[in-house]
């Protein structure tokens, strides 16, 4: 009884009632349900065993309906399942075997399933920045108003601790490298459509001087100096189109955990609350950044201080 109120429908009458089955919905589904056994199989036998399921899937679907139409008594979900399942196979296939180009029906099934029913890249996800250090954590007023997705990935260059920053206390930070350091956990702050490359370039390097004037911007130098801030563009990282992040060259010359730790427990009593280079490090740790220094710069910290965690190292020196 309803008592006057609407509620929700029975699993019986939900039954009497007739579906439609949209495309994309069922693509999607489909699409879903196969990459969860996509473990199972090699990336090569993965196609042909994607191809015999659906294959064998579509048929018994019109197998059945010819043969106990009563049961399946809806003839669009027979349709849009056969239909569905071919074109799973044949996207599949497409899409593992052939690099997707657009138009191909890889192409359109990869959109379908990533929400995108325009096939348009644009309409994803279009710009964004690469944060692999503090501004994971603190993106500053400008980019904050602006960040609509957080995207985990890796860098696709090596960072490492291996700059000093005034504004930290001459505290180590992470920059990218050429020698040493490793590929990092990163995230990608995706950014609203409101937002160009150019006004985007010109927060981010607002961001990493720490003066938000607007009349601030980003210029590009031929040969950029020691201290110069670079803002590079990387094309198709991941899901986004477009990902700026900022580079600048080392400037700790003899680059060892020994070297580090003493700049980090230096800089406690130089910088503000939490921009030290012990709290730098203890955020670094919490968003998973691990390089081939760390764990050892960690170990110094600890020794020197005398303590068995970064915190109460922190504390520590803060209270001396």
């Not at 029913?117 to 602006?146: K, M, V």
């Amino acid at each position: 009884m309803s008592n006057g109120q609407n509620s929700a429908p029975t699993e019986l009458e939900d039954r009497g009632r007739p579906r439609s089955y949209d495309f994309v919905t069922v693509v999607r589904n489909l699409n879903l349900r196969a990459r969860e056994v996509l473990p199972l199989f090699g990336e090569r036998t993965f196609p042909l065993a994607l191809a015999a399921v659906g294959t064998v899937f579509a048929a018994a679907a019109i197998s059945f309906r010819l043969t106990y139409p009563k049961i399946f008594d809806t003839p669009d979900f027979v349709a849009t399942v056969g239909f569905g399942g071919l074109l799973v196979v044949l996207g599949c296939v497409e899409r593992i075997v052939v690099r997707p180009k657009p138009g191909s029906v890889s192409k359109i099934l990869q959109d379908a399933v990533d929400g995108d029913t325009n096939g348009s890249s644009e309409s994803r996800r279009r710009l964004g920045i690469l944060a692999y250090g503090s501004l994971i954590d603190d993106p500053g007023p400008e980019l904050g108003q602006h960040i609509v997705e957080r995207i985990e990935t890796q860098t696709p260059f090596r960072v490492e601790f291996a700059r000093t920053s005034s504004t930290r206390g001459n505290a180590p930070t992470l920059i990218p490298v050429t020698k040493d350091g490793a590929k990092v956990r990163a995230v990608i702050l995706v950014l609203d459509e409101q937002v160009t490359t150019e006004v985007a370039r010109d927060m981010l390097y607002r961001r990493e001087k720490h003066d938000y004037d607007f009349e601030v911007k980003y210029t590009p130098r031929d040969r950029p100096g020691p201290n110069d801030i670079g803002i590079e563009q990387l094309e198709q990282l991941g899901p986004v189109n477009t990902v700026l992040y900022t580079t600048i060259a080392t400037n700790i010359p003899d680059l060892n955990a020994t070297r580090l730790a003493e700049l980090a427990i230096d800089s406690v009593p130089k910088a503000k609350s939490g921009e030290d280079g012990i709290s730098y490090l203890i955020a670094a740790k919490r968003n998973g950044i691990i390089t081939p220094l760390s764990s050892e710069y960690e170990r110094q910290i600890l020794h020197r201080v005398g303590m068995a965690t970064l915190e109460d190292a922190l504390y520590k020196v803060r209270a001396q």
